[in-house]
């Protein structure tokens, strides 16, 4: 068995050791695929019957714009209440919407009346991530576990955006869009009872300090800080145009299926799960780009793939050529949007990062909207397939006009290579992608001490995590020699993750070079979002506060 398949059977079999984990992954699994089930359907409904082009991007729309207004206020509720019981309430409620939207197709509501259903889906899955991300700590039971979790959360969210589309389209062939969404609904159910058990950390008290203002106060700040540096400027605007594109796809496969190709219905569901099946293969390119210096050309291929597959799909089209060209798309979007996202924290000084990608966000839904609107006005002008490759042609245009800028920016930008190759030998960090292992790069901090003296004593609280670079360090506890620790290990993760003292002294044994990372960075690497983050701390410190009940001791 290859290095590869070794790594990838032991990250599964990590995960699935823990009960709790395992119904999470599973439950998150059937929500994803519903969420994307639906919406195809839901996009093929609008189109049918006459509605068009134009009726799609209407449904895209309606699902769209309440979805991007309502979420930052709804996706709080995980910070408020136990996130498993929101991920729960979340999961039945997306199971019922979808029932009723099924129910109303099937006996044929007006339009109208399915148009104001839909967005209630969408309202609903904007609660399920956010409690998703801040349930996923409390459920693991080491570091290693953790970062497992989360590798297996991404491979299971690449593969249901394959599975579930093809799904959806075959029920539409077999019964119409109201079966594959009553399958969706299902399908959600059973991810609601796998997830009934899980509860979940105790909410976190209001802070009362102002650190948290709000929605409105965090997009205007991403936005000062965005505006204050050029290359962040233009990396988040080229970005937000690939979502751009997604909605415009969306809408035409739609079009492709039923206009051009002659699938019918349930040939959108195939053609959107093989524009997956290539984001699957460009997430196993995209593995290697992280330890290049240059991104730049990465970044123009991918595009440039989109583009000319849109333009051979578009001047000739076929189910065959269909296929294998939206795959190559695929691939190329996600080489794309991998290697710019990598570029933008290159450029971006670390203090500001997250509000730069707050603001990245929060213009997702912005651009699927902009997107399912662009097609049926060019549909309207010249046609499907004058949308087809109008679609590609305009991606790449804009990419393109700025393909200069974003060459100067990546010769710019700095690589923290050394430090990359240290955290890839440490089993905490390594299942991690890379561009999540480069943000965490960026964050380190040398540090040198000398032979015989202490690093860190029993009993001191910490708040730094130490990935060794060269030199080897003693471990010792009451006095009784535990461990010798040399480069590719780490050492202070305990006193992180449960917020309690130090549970050893740690001596280096020769001079000893070091790498420190807080443990801001360490936590939010961790749980991949900065919502989990905050719920991990939360955790930590309900144990540190059971540990100091237990022995009597006053809470540090």
Known sequence: MSSGLRSTARVFALAARNRQLRRLELGFFAFNGAEWGVWIALLVYAYGDGGGATAAGLMALAQLVPSALLAPALSTFADRMRPGRVLFVGYLLQAMTMAVLAGAIALGAPRLAVFALAPLTTLAITITRPAQAAVLPSVVRSPEQLTCANVVAGWMEGGSVFIAPALAGLLMGIGGTELAIAAMALIILVGALLVMPIKGPQPMPA??????????????????????????????????????????????????????????????????????????????????????????????????????????????????????????????????????????????????????????????????????????????????????????????????????????????????????????????????PGPALETLARSLTPVSVPAGEVLMRQGEPGDLFYAIADGELDVTRDGQPVARLSRGEGVGEIALLHSVPRTATVTAATDVHLYALGIEPFLLALTGHPAAGRAAQGVAEARLRELTELDGRPAL
């Open 207 to 432: 802070s009362g300090d102002g650190d948290e203002a709000g929605f409105a106060a965090e997009v205007v700040n991403g936005i000062r800080v965005v505006s204050h540096h050029p290359a962040a400027r233009l990396l988040v605007v080229v970005l937000a145009v690939q979502y751009m594109l997604m909605g415009a796809l969306d809408v035409l496969y739609v079009v492709l299926a039923i206009d051009v190709l002659d699938m019918g219905e349930s040939g959108a569901g195939y053609l959107n799960a093989a524009f997956g099946a290539g984001g699957l293969v460009g997430g196993v390119i995209t593995a290697g780009l992280v330890v290049r210096r240059r991104l730049a050309p990465a970044l123009v291929v991918g595009i440039a793939l989109v583009g000319i597959s849109l333009v051979v799909l578009a001047a000739a089209p076929s189910q065959a050529a269909a296929f294998a060209l939206l795959a190559t798309a695929g691939v190329g979007r996600t080489v794309f949007d991998v290697t710019g996202r990598t570029l933008l924290q290159r450029t971006v000084p670390a203090e500001v990062l997250a509000r730069v990608f707050g603001l990245l966000e929060s213009m997702m839904d912005v651009g699927l909207a902009l997107g399912s609107v662009l097609v049926p006005v060019l549909v309207a002008i010249g046609g499907p397939r004058t949308a087809l490759a109008g679609s590609g042609i305009l991606l790449a245009l804009i990419v393109g006009t700025a393909a200069g800028r974003l060459w100067t920016i990546d010769q710019a930008a700095t690589v923290p290579l050394v430090e990359l190759s240290l955290l890839r030998q440490l089993p905490l960090f390594s299942p991690l």
